[in-house]
């Protein structure tokens, strides 16, 4: 499994932004807070991202879905 391009950047931004404290804490407390999910390509293979890239996304997706139907439906209508 592999790390999609959008989570690379937000782990890279996460350690920047975080790292430097003693022991760590605040850059281990954001990993530990970071939501990560697995997404299935289309060929079957999975990657690791950021569960809100991957919900903007899908609502995104979702939209041009709906509005592609509601398009189609208005055409039959006519």
Do not use: C, P
Request: charged share 35%; net charge positive.
């Amino acid at each position: 499994m592999k790390f999609h391009g959008t989570l690379i950047e937000t782990l890279l931004k996460t350690y920047e932004v975080n790292s430097g404290w003693t022991e760590e804490r605040k850059l281990r407390s954001a990993l530990e807070n970071l939501d990560i999910s697995v997404y299935t390509r289309e060929d079957g293979s999975k990657i690791l991202v950021s569960t809100s890239e991957l919900r903007k996304h899908m609502s995104a997706f979702e939209a041009a879905e709906s509005q592609r139907r509601e398009l189609e439906a208005q055409k039959r209508g006519k």
